[in-house]
């Protein structure tokens, strides 16, 4: 009978759709950072000081992939939802809806995102979403956000760096999600790995600049941790396909509890092991049905 006891407790934990027990939490706010269409074959070229000295006093690769197809609406959901497309169903680089039916949803109707599990837990989080795509607020879960913000004032990154800055400031936020829709634009129309596209990434540099000084002056920088990333790359002026060029994407991550140094991330990375680190910083449990792992070397 003991067995079978023992047996029936392992199979519900199998079951459980809250399987990974939590632990403890490493920071109290989380800035998450993304640059729409930066690749990482554009690192070394380009004049980004800022973001370097991040990586150099955190930890970061340059070799995280994304899932298939490496565009925009399915990895910003992979991202956030810990699990590839073939379990989300966002599949497309518009979806706004899963084409597949997701293998199960949570109490929002959606499958399960890092700002749901944040919310559900610590129903007193102070949670935001600010980016330049409408397409962010279907993957996200606007329902678990305090603040789901689209910026369309221009000039747009500057409107979007302000709109940021202003809201750590005032709110101070446990979880911020800021997205910029370039260099994507840049990729698209100039192309990517051209002067014009360099030329953004310089001035995205100066944006992220800004908002890591927010945090200072909202004095919650040594409680936080930054997260620079990007959904995919691109090469000659699209995406979407099966090269390099536009699978990998940079990661960059500093702050408490970070290992200081510029250390290279050792294991592979994917898209959808970004909510499951960020879901360990906090001390989530995680569901069974997310894939990803949390990229536990960059922690002291």
């Not at 290992?259 to 499951?276: H, L, T, V």
């Amino acid at each position: 009978m003991k067995f079978l006891a023992t047996a029936a407790t392992a199979l519900f934990a199998v079951l459980s759709p809250m399987s990974i027990s939590a632990s403890e939490p490493i920071a109290e706010h989380v800035i998450l950072i993304g640059l729409d269409g930066w690749g990482a074959y554009s690192y070394d070229k380009a004049d980004m000081p800022n973001i370097k000295n991040m990586a150099k006093d955190g930890c970061y690769t340059l070799k995280k992939r994304s899932v298939l197809p490496s565009s925009s609406a399915v990895n910003w959901a992979s991202m956030y939802m810990g699990a590839g497309p073939e379990l989300h169903g966002y599949t497309e680089w518009g979806s706004r809806v899963p084409e597949l039916p997701s293998r199960i949803v949570d109490e929002d109707g959606i499958f399960p995102t890092m700002f749901g599990l944040l919310r559900q837990q610590h129903p007193e989080a102070v949670i935001g979403n600010i980016a330049e795509w409408d397409g962010i607020r279907y993957v996200c879960d606007t329902l678990a956000l305090n603040l789901d913000q689209i910026i369309s004032e221009k000039p747009l990154n500057q409107s979007t760096t302000a709109a940021a800055c202003d809201y750590i400031k005032s709110a101070k936020p446990t979880l911020l999600n800021i997205v910029y829709d370039e260099p994507d634009h840049v990729g698209h129309g100039a192309g990517h790995d051209t002067p014009q596209y360099y030329a953004k990434l310089h001035e995205l540099d100066s944006c992220v600049a800004e908002i890591v000084q927010a945090t200072k002056d909202a004095g919650i920088y040594d409680n936080s941790i930054i997260i620079v990333t990007a959904d995919h790359g691109g090469i000659g002026k699209g995406h979407g396909g099966k090269t390099m060029q536009e699978m990998e994407t940079p990661f960059i991550i500093l702050g408490k509890g970070v290992r200081k140094g510029g250390n290279e991330i050792p294991e592979s990375m994917m898209q959808f092991d970004i909510a499951p680190t960020i879901a360990h910083i906090f001390g989530l449990e995680t569901p069974q049905v997310w894939i990803g792992r949390p990229v536990l070397s960059v922690f002291k």
